[in-house]
């Protein structure tokens, strides 16, 4: 299969061209190593999860660094994130744009690293999996909307044509093998395993840790803190709550997304498409991949992410308000092919709350475009145009 352009190439170049290091972050596997070869093929390249290679990066930093005078694109910083400051050293003497690349799957010491050692001297790339476009461009009418929810968008189930659960079920084991055992101290990976499973059937819904801890049978800060570990491994992503300007009595809690669908799926039990179409969460599933989709838009054009939710206590809703400084987009989502016009409703109540310009797009499972009650309504291909 020929090598799919990603849509943030574009932006890293930029980036490249304006900061000493580019750090491209992301969920293992979201096609970081190929999408930096891709675009830096002059550069060295090397990976910390070499064995060899860490050891001398531990035991010799600088003899290690030596070795790349035009720099490099070093993959897994996170394994050796003691490595950043000698590469700032480096950046500060040099004074060259695009010297090094960095990669690495764990926003946690990652993140923290970067903003202690090259504060202002690396641009921050976040890369998700590929967003519909990348992955169905050529071939969008061949595409069925159930069977894209259960592949999901891992580069690797496109490049290699692999069956998406069993590519689920191996990319579960290795994370909660290879990742979880380096980031927290859990005992009973079995308990791990179904906590993941009852966040997947909590997807797009508000987080209610104390329920989640109990089905668990795990205390509420356990829960928090194996939720901070999701989120900084890009497995899932909380959703705040939009009351800005408000003084109504709003929900405070965050909704759960998952970043993929292909792994709710298989975390659910879901292997094949036609179960989709019947099953009690089609609807979150749906939602799910719409706010990755528009998560993934923005941070492929190298925005903040700004979305939010809206809910109060009465029951007030829209899905995702994306915040764009000074105009505001409101977002409904529904899974069905067929607009009723309750579907309106919660775009209609917060319109007359708002006192900023205000856009409101519906998204559902159809596939037409067209404007109604002063609401776009696009189909589920079409989303990359928000």
């Known amino acids: 299969?020929?090598?799919?352009?990603?849509?943030?190439?574009?932006?890293?170049?930029?980036?490249?061209?304006?900061y000493p290091v580019v750090t491209i972050t992301g969920p293992r596997q979201s096609g970081k190593t190929t999408l930096s070869k891709m675009i830096f093929p002059q550069k060295a390249y090397i990976s910390l999860e070499d064995v060899d290679e860490r050891l001398f990066a531990k035991e010799d930093p600088r003899g290690f660094l030596n070795r790349f005078?035009?720099?490099?694109?070093?993959?897994?910083?996170?394994?050796?994130?003691?490595?950043?400051?000698?590469?700032?050293?480096?950046v500060d003497q040099q004074n060259i744009e695009g010297l090094f690349i960095l990669t690495g799957s764990q926003q946690f010491d990652l993140m923290q690293t970067i903003s202690q050692s090259l504060a202002g001297r690396s641009a921050i790339v976040r890369l998700l999996p590929f967003s519909y476009d990348e992955a169905y461009g050529n071939d969008r009418d061949q595409s069925k909307m159930d069977a894209v929810l259960l592949k999901g968008f891992y580069p690797r189930i496109f490049d290699k044509n692999l069956d998406p659960t069993e590519a689920m079920?191996?990319?579960v084991n290795t994370?909660?093998?290879?990742?979880?055992?380096?980031?927290?101290?859990?005992?009973?990976?079995?308990?791990?395993?179904?906590?993941?499973?009852?966040?997947?059937?909590?997807?797009?819904?508000?987080l209610n840790l104390s329920s989640l801890g109990n089905d668990c049978g795990i205390n509420h800060n356990t829960a928090k803190a194996w939720i901070s570990v999701l989120e900084a491994s890009f497995i899932i992503k909380l959703l705040k709550p939009f009351y800005k300007n408000f003084n109504k009595r709003l929900i405070k809690a965050p909704k759960?997304?998952?970043?993929?669908?292909?792994?709710?799926?298989?975390?659910?039990?879901?292997?094949?498409?036609?179960?989709?179409?019947?099953?009690?969460?089609?609807?979150?599933?749906?939602?799910?991949?719409?706010?990755?989709?528009l998560?993934?838009?923005?941070?492929?054009?190298?925005?903040?992410?700004?979305?939010?939710?809206?809910?109060?206590?009465k029951g007030n809703e829209v899905d995702i308000i994306c915040d764009n400084g000074n105009t505001v987009s409101q977002i409904?989502?529904?899974?069905?092919?067929?607009?009723?016009?309750?579907?309106?409703?919660?775009?209609?109540?917060?319109?007359?709350?708002?006192?900023?310009?205000?856009e409101s797009y519906l998204i559902y499972g159809g596939d037409k475009t067209y404007f109604?009650?002063?609401?776009?309504?696009?189909?589920?291909?079409g989303i990359s145009g928000i």
């Open 1 to 18: 299969m020929a090598l799919i352009k990603r849509n943030i190439s574009e932006k890293v170049l930029t980036y490249a061209s304006q």
């Open 69 to 90: 005078p035009k720099g490099a694109i070093i993959d897994e910083i996170q394994r050796e994130p003691e490595l950043i400051s000698y590469i700032q050293t480096i």
């Open 169 to 171: 079920q191996f990319y």
């Open 175 to 206: 994370y909660v093998e290879r990742d979880l055992r380096r980031l927290i101290n859990v005992k009973d990976l079995t308990k791990f395993e179904i906590f993941l499973k009852l966040c997947a059937g909590r997807t797009g819904q508000i």
């Open 256 to 293: 759960l997304y998952f970043l993929d669908t292909g792994l709710v799926s298989f975390l659910l039990g879901i292997t094949q498409a036609d179960q989709i179409f019947s099953h009690p969460l089609k609807g979150a599933l749906f939602e799910t991949y719409v706010y990755s989709e």
């Open 295 to 313: 998560l993934k838009s923005r941070y492929n054009k190298g925005k903040t992410e700004n979305l939010y939710f809206y809910r109060d206590s």
């Open 332 to 358: 409904e989502i529904k899974a069905g092919q067929t607009i009723t016009l309750d579907h309106f409703k919660g775009l209609h109540y917060f319109s007359k709350l708002c006192d900023m310009p205000l």
């Open 372 to 381: 109604r009650n002063n609401v776009q309504v696009i189909g589920w291909q």
